[in-house]
Nanobody, 116 residues
């Protein structure tokens, strides 16, 4: 059974930092593209950052230079370091695992709230 479990969300002031973690089990982690998505109230879920098995990364323009995605294949875990947080970063953040021709997996989400 595949599981993705996010942690590290919370309430932080504008300009602060948080580090999200997504621990996975039940999949061959090193083969998957891992991503962080977010969904704010009344908005569609959007890609924040993704990291490929070869460590190539891509970021949404709104977080470039502030967020860093990384992975630890030995721990089957992906991270999202979020710095210089803004109120508009407030959302539920979801971990995602995808690999061509395989099911797309999601975590349950973790709330990030940035106060002004």
């Amino acid at each position: 059974q595949v599981q993705l479990v996010e942690s590290g969300g919370g309430l932080v002031q504008s300009g602060g930092s948080l580090r999200l973690s997504c621990a996975t089990s039940g999949l061959i982690f090193s083969r998957y593209v891992m991503g962080w998505y977010r969904q704010a109230p009344g908005k569609q879920r959007e890609l924040v950052a993704a990291i490929a098995p070869n460590d190539i990364t891509n970021y949404a323009d709104s977080v470039k230079g502030r967020f860093t995605i990384s992975r630890d294949n030995a721990k089957n875990t992906v991270y999202l370091q979020m710095n210089s947080l803004k109120p508009e970063d407030t959302a539920v953040y979801y971990c995602n695992a995808r690999w061509p021709l395989n099911p797309n997996y999601w975590g349950q989400g973790t709330q990030v709230t940035v106060s002004s």
